[in-house]
């Protein structure tokens, strides 16, 4: 961030400064990181209050403080507001405005992150650009993002995500994109939107924020997202791995398992992409991002140049060797979507020995939850899968319907027996596949079995 007086962020925060005014350079949600010239947030999360450590952060060097309650005397200069959360998105909408440059927004319901670092590495080719950094894609990550502009800042990509109606749309007020992606409509948080109607609704309001010459870039395969027409936005862009007549269409895809390459088709053009990932839904998030970089001057060769230098970012397709071991670790998160494209990828991976998929959970799916599970477990069956091993309430249904179609199908209740097991079974020139959501700690599953 660059430096503002306090007395400006309160204003920007729709607050009253209570003491001295200073320099700020920073700001923090987390009282053990605030040194320097650092304003701490006491937001109220889920899990926490950050008004509990409010003294921690004063010890630890934090310059001043923003609350939204009576907190009495204290050593450091305070700005009051009426709520922390909703001043952090004001203070991060005030602070944009100082900016002019392109900045792009992702959202959907599988492929948010990939995207976002594709688009980044697009912009890259000509920009100095800012991205969000892993998945702080929420009311409290993305405004951080924001507040992370600078000078030397040329374009932004800025990952929304959400798990009900409502919450991108303030998040697209304050970014105010030039350019909007949308992945696809899926079904991650049918739980709590009940239909996919309700959540195309839900990541449509990323066009609340859009400026009114902007493009909306679309998954033209999408079915729910075929259906986005001039009436909702006039200027569409689509992309399709299936569609010539697509603004942006990929031809002749081919996956060895190691790479994808296709050729990039739009306007006359015809440009040889190659991306260093395998399974198919990626062509559709390189589209995705290179159509966005051409709404900013990134010419398709230019983008696809960049794209064959990316690095995934997170545990999302982060291959390792271990004792002779391929691992591929994308448990970043999991829905049916990605699973299946996980499964199908994994499947074209060249390995001489079994391919073992560790599995579990995936989450938030309510009344096809079920279903969702045993179709993966079937799916393990059709792909080769010589090996399955479940860990999660859900993935118990895995196993279940895995088992039914012949596969040596495991259910665990605890990871300390699932990973003894992998130890006993996976050996040199085997692939081992870990998915499940995110929530389900598999990054420590990995952890434990390369020990």
Not at 302 to 327: C, D, M, N, Y
Request: charged letters at 25%; proline letters at 4%; aromatic letters at 4%.
């Amino acid at each position: 961030m660059e430096e503002q007086r306090l007395s400006t962020l309160a204003r920007l925060a729709g607050g009253t400064l209570l003491g001295g005014d200073r320099v700020i350079r920073r700001i923090s949600l987390d009282s053990r990181d605030v040194e320097g010239d650092c304003l701490f947030l006491a937001v109220k999360g889920e899990n926490t209050d950050g008004h509990k450590y409010l003294h921690g952060a004063a010890e630890n060097g934090a310059a001043a403080v923003m609350v939204h309650q009576d907190i009495g005397a204290f050593p450091l200069p305070v700005i009051r507001v009426d709520n922390t959360e909703q001043a952090l998105l004001r203070m991060a909408a005030g602070y944009r405005d100082g900016f002019t440059l392109p900045v792009v927004a992702v959202t959907g319901s599988v492929g948010k992150t990939t995207t976002k670092d594709m688009a980044a590495a697009v912009l890259g080719a000509k920009y100095n650009t800012l991205k969000t950094a892993g998945n702080q894609n929420n009311q409290f990550g993305m405004p951080q993002t924001l507040l992370r502009l600078a000078k030397d800042t040329q374009a932004a990509v800025i990952e929304m995500g959400m798990t009900g109606l409502h919450e991108i749309e303030p998040l697209s007020l304050a970014a105010k994109p030039d350019t909007a992606i949308i992945t696809n409509v899926g079904v991650s948080h049918l739980e709590q939107l009940g239909t996919r109607e309700n959540i195309r609704r839900a990541k449509l309001e990323v066009l609340c924020g859009l400026r009114p010459e902007g493009a909306l870039v679309l998954n033209g395969d999408n079915d729910m997202l075929a259906a986005v027409g001039e009436e909702t936005w006039p200027h569409i862009l689509r992309c399709s791995l299936r569609d010539p007549r697509a603004d942006f269409f990929a031809a002749d895809c081919k996956d060895d398992g190691r790479a994808l390459s296709f050729t990039l088709v739009h306007g006359g053009e015809n440009v040889p992409v190659v991306l260093p990932l395998s399974g198919e839904h990626h062509v559709m998030d390189a589209l995705l991002a290179l159509a966005a970089g051409s709404c900013h001057g990134v010419s398709l060769a230019e983008g696809a140049a960049a794209l064959a230098q990316l690095h995934p970012s997170g545990l999302r397709q982060k291959r390792l060797e271990v004792r002779g071991i391929q691992l591929v670790a994308d448990c970043y998160n999991a829905n049916p979507d990605s699973m299946r494209a996980s499964l199908l990828a994994f499947a074209k991976l060249p390995t001489p020995g079994r391919r073992i998929a560790v599995l579990g959970d995936m989450l938030e799916l309510g009344r096809i939850a079920e279903e969702s599970h045993r179709e993966a477990g079937r799916l393990c069956a059709e792909t080769g899968v010589g090996l399955l091993l479940c860990l999660g309430e859900e993935a118990r249904r895995m196993a279940e319907e895995a088992g039914k179609h012949g596969l040596d199908a495991r259910h665990f209740t605890g990871a300390e027996e699932l990973v003894k097991t992998l130890r006993a079974e996976a050996a040199p020139g085997d692939a081992v596949l870990f998915k499940a959501s995110h929530s389900m700690g598999f990054e420590k599953l990995i952890e434990q079995f390369q020990e």
